[in-house]
């Protein structure tokens, strides 16, 4: 009888013990490496911008180039990321990894020339391939049958919460003790805390500690069947709806660096910087409301799931261009907008489980991901030149034929892998 309430993956392993299923431990740890490693890195790394590059004597822009180098460093380590998470242990891959992440922001408190801080984001690089494009989305496909994509909305809302939380705790610790204090603080708080609950408390796969995924025993009880493993990374990649996903991937990602020319094209209307920011911010509840909700529609249906990230952005994009004239609808349109920037993230990931399964999730996921930093890295200049040379409405319409571009591949890879019967 003790067999079954370690086995049965339900919230809770047993009557008498009560116990609630590890997953969601493990979706706690996916939650402090979003909130805490990827917030500090990415939603923080602006703050820092103004006071290092001035106390360096150097442009904001030739300081800024480390984040270029993050994301290329990235780009290149992820599918020798997923190839590492296959073969061996992700518990200490990603604690080793947020070691190495809190020491490198660490260093950067001692550095004094701008090449170091190159060399930090290469580094930092390296680190992200784990911590952000495969931790979460590697560790709740293992843990998870059920609930899959609310767990990874949970988790991917995570980083937006982090950069609220230690936005103004960084802006505080550099107006009272400088950036180079700033940058050590957050080291020990990767250090100190992260790292070491992620040694304690992550586990590979269910079955080390007797357990199944969530949701698998009540799959199986009403007959509905547990899903197949899926397609391995060979089989995957000979098929074109392995391409299409990265097409996907890259659309999408490219689309949603749209976000950095919103407040532009907001002043540019004649509104204060004050309200530009409040429709940045926007943005960000759109993001956050909107990857908790496309997480619970892709657990109901996939397709939704598309339908609703896409047309949501292409409705934001066409309230703003629409709307440019009214704070109101201008927040509006932000605030769709955000739903599409989601999916980039949650609809992208539940998209690869739909189409390939769970078997080589890791390895095949890891590929597509690349095209996510390629797309970031890519666009975000790509749309500053075409908005120069055009303007900043042209390249919203054109954002709208991305995402419309991005509902076809989304819909012709669900029908394609869809069983025939």
């Not at 899959?148 to 919460?161: N, T, W």
């Not at 796969?205 to 007959?223: T, V």
């Not at 910087?273 to 529609?297: C, F, H, I, P």
């Not at 609809?347 to 991901?369: E, N, P, W």
């Amino acid at each position: 009888m003790k067999s079954n309430s370690k086995t049965d993956g339900t919230p809770f392993a047993g009557n008498s013990s009560r116990k609630m299923h590890y997953g969601f431990i493990i979706v706690a740890c996916c939650c402090l490496m979003m909130g805490v490693n990827v917030g500090l890195t990415f939603s923080c790394a602006g703050i820092f911008y103004r006071p290092v590059s001035e106390s360096l004597g150097v442009p904001v822009g030739e300081f800024g180039i480390y984040m270029s180098v993050m994301y290329v460093t990235s780009t290149l380590m992820l599918s020798i990321a997923g190839r590492m998470l296959e073969r061996y242990s992700a518990r200490w891959l990603f604690t080793g990894n947020a070691a190495l992440m809190g020491a490198t922001f660490l260093a950067m408190g001692f550095f004094n020339n701008v090449w170091e801080f190159y060399i930090a984001g290469g580094v930092l690089g390296v680190t992200l391939a784990f911590l952000l494009y495969l931790s979460f989305p590697t560790l709740v496909n293992r843990w998870f049958h059920s609930k899959v994509g609310l767990m990874i909305g949970i988790c991917s809302a995570a980083s937006g919460i982090g950069g609220m939380l230690f936005n103004p705790m960084a802006g505080w610790m550099i107006a009272e003790w400088g950036w180079r204090w700033a940058y050590g603080a957050f080291g020990v708080i990767i250090i100190a805390v992260v790292t070491p609950l992620l040694g304690l408390l992550l586990r590979d796969r269910p079955s080390d500690i007797g357990l199944q995924p969530y949701g698998i025993a009540e799959a199986a009880a009403s007959k509905s069947g547990v899903q197949a493993e899926g397609k391995t990374y060979s089989e995957a990649a000979r098929s074109p709806l392995f391409y299409g996903l990265i097409l996907f991937a890259f659309v999408m990602m490219g689309t949603s660096t749209l976000n950095l020319f919103i407040p532009g094209y907001v002043t540019d209307h004649g509104f204060s910087l004050e309200q530009a920011s409040l429709t940045a911010a926007a943005v960000m509840a759109g993001v956050t409301v909107g990857k908790l909700v496309l997480g619970l529609v892709n657990d109901r249906n996939c397709m939704a799931g598309v339908v609703v990230t896409t047309a949501c952005g292409m409705g934001g994009l066409a309230v703003l261009l629409a709307g440019a004239g009214a704070l109101a609808s201008i927040m509006g349109g932000a605030f769709l907008f955000g739903w599409a920037y989601a999916g980039v993230t949650v609809q992208t990931a539940m998209l690869t489980r739909s189409v390939f399964g769970s078997r080589d999730y890791a390895r095949i996921y890891s590929v597509i991901s690349i095209a996510l930093a390629a797309g970031g890295a890519i666009a975000s200049g790509g749309w500053g030149l075409l908005a120069d040379a055009t303007s900043a409405s042209f390249i919203f319409m054109v954002g709208i034929g991305c995402l419309f571009l991005c509902l076809l591949i989304g819909a012709w890879a669900l029908r394609k892998s869809a069983p025939r019967g």
